[in-house]
């Protein structure tokens, strides 16, 4: 007998009927599309997108962008939402109900999202540090005369003239249009550049988060009826908005500083996590009334830092009260002091990022996590919905909630664009893959060894998870299929 459509929605309800019926809900929608907006919209937005646009020529990365956007944001957020609204569960029960094979992709999603909380923390520290720094006037960085300074970073006397005698114009700084131009005129030569798909694709894809598991696990809160696709919509938009509000901003910045230094705006040396730590504050520090735009702005990435915590440890708990509510509930007494020792964990074990070596401590493990981790965790996530569990499951599903099957264009990029385009960017990225650095710095081989014992933390629960259902379900390899819903219902 198949495990069909008509099946697998009377299984996924029956499971746990009695503790799903009692699991809370947003009091209102809207509470759940402004938390989603806030898990998507963060850090990333303001400087990794502005960065791979830098990197990518400009304007011509906008066209990549906003057809990834389409094809591949889009459907796999609604994937996502789909999938935690129906099966109302966190990563790790979702995917276990959808794909017991590859169940493992849910707890590699709660374990990568408890490895970058431990070091994201650490950016929001920063972004407090400089907020306090700038109630000072004048601000800590308009000179190069402080102690922390090293010789190579005092400016040049024609520099610091400019700083001090250039009479600011109006809203705008000297150059900011020619960087604003390099923003949003194409190079279309770079179209060409298969790179420039694969980094357009790979923004799109960390900046909404597919694999991290937050969106899903915050979906699963929501009422049953609820109009998915409005919240992916409004989700997906107001993050790909904020994240071209940004890139206006920092290339009116690397416009100003190519005005400063004499050079074209594409020669300028720039790095990633730099651009909000030292693009912005030098411009700031040159704008009337220096103070208040510092401080507005820091403030800022406090809020979008804090969401995306936020975002990240309710995977783990929403995961862990899934498990083992009873035992959590009877140790701890309540969900909140179950929140407060996740957090007490991640704050501990992200101390060595503030000590003396603790910038290259946070640079292999963004790199390591961020970049190599996902990748794997987005393919085989894509692999056991889109095709293990479906695409007419999946479709049954959204009737079920919203009375309305998914319309063509979804469905055909569940089936066949969307597992291509993921393929294709696992491909190139193990291609293309780089050694960590920082700066001029390539970190050596006994540190790019515990950047992968880093990275498979997360990724070794994928065959793990894999073997475990193999060994635990009854029958041979034929019966597998009669024996997943009764394994799924046993949880």
């Known amino acids: 007998m198949e495990f069909g459509p008509r099946r697998a929605t009377v299984v996924t309800q029956g499971a746990d009927m009695e503790e799903q019926s009692n699991r809370p809900t947003w009091s209102r929608q ?4 402004l938390a989603g907006i806030g898990c998507a919209v963060g850090l990333g937005n303001v400087w990794r997108f502005p960065y791979l646009c830098y990197r990518s020529g400009g304007g011509a990365f906008l066209v990549p962008y906003l057809f990834m956007l389409i094809v591949l944001g889009i459907p796999l957020l609604y994937m ?9 569960r966190g990563p790790v029960h979702a995917l276990a109900i959808v794909c017991p094979l590859l169940k493992g992709v ?84 770079k179209l060409l550049s298969v790179e420039v798909w694969v980094n357009a694709a790979a923004q799109i894809f960390n900046s909404i988060g597919i694999g991290f598991g937050s969106l899903l696990a915050m979906s699963s809160y929501n009422s049953f009826n609820n ?34 230094q004499g050079i074209p ?63 959590l509930i009877k140790f701890f007494k309540r969900k909140e002091l179950f929140v407060l020792a996740v957090c007490g964990a991640a704050f ?37 919905i889109c095709w293990s569990y479906g695409v007419t499951r999946l479709s049954d599903n959204l009737e079920e909630m919203t009375g309305k099957r998914a319309n063509i264009f979804f469905r055909l990029c569940w089936l066949i664009v969307d597992p291509v385009l993921i393929t294709v960017i696992l491909i190139f990225s193990i291609i293309q893959f780089k050694p960590a650095r920082y700066e001029d710095y390539i970190f050596p081989p006994w540190a790019q060894g515990i950047g992968w014992v880093i990275a498979m933390a997360s990724i070794i629960w994928i065959p793990l998870g894999a073997f475990h259902t193999l060994w635990v379900l009854p029958g041979s390899n034929h019966a597998e299929t009669e024996a997943v819903p009764h394994a799924v219902h046993a949880e």
Not at 266 to 290: E, I, R, T
């Open 80 to 88: 996502e939402l789909t999938v935690g609204q129906f099966t109302r």
């Open 227 to 260: 109009n998915v696709l409005k919240d992916t919509l409004t989700i997906s938009i107001i993050n790909s908005f904020t994240s071209i509000l940004a890139g206006f901003v920092i290339f009116s910045a690397f416009g100003y500083m190519s005005h400063l």
């Open 30 to 33: 809207i509470e759940f599309t």
């Open 106 to 189: 849910g707890i590699a999603s709660v374990a990568i999202s408890f490895i970058m909380s431990t070091y994201y923390n650490v950016v929001i520290t920063w972004a407090l540090y400089y907020l306090f720094s700038s109630f000072q006037a004048p601000l800590p960085w308009q000179s190069c005369n402080n102690t922390w300074n090293t010789p190579k970073l005092y400016q040049s006397r024609h520099q610091q003239q400019l700083l001090l005698h250039r009479k600011p114009g109006v809203l705008q700084l000297p150059g900011a249009l020619n960087g604003i131009t390099f923003f949003i005129v194409p190079k279309w030569d």
């Open 265 to 327: 705006v594409s020669d300028l040396a720039v790095d990633g996590p730099g651009l909000v730590y030292v693009v912005y504050p030098q411009a700031f520090a040159n704008m009337p009334v220096a103070q208040l735009w510092a401080v507005m702005f820091f403030f800022m990435l406090l809020c979008l830092g804090l969401d995306s915590e936020f975002a990240m440890v309710e995977v783990l708990v929403t995961s862990f009260m899934d498990e083992f509510y009873q035992n």
């Open 348 to 384: 501990l074990l992200g101390i060595p990022l503030v000590m003396q070596v603790g910038i290259y401590v946070f640079q292999l493990m963004d790199h390591y996590t961020a970049i190599v981790s996902i990748m794997f965790l987005a393919f085989f996530e894509v692999i056991a």
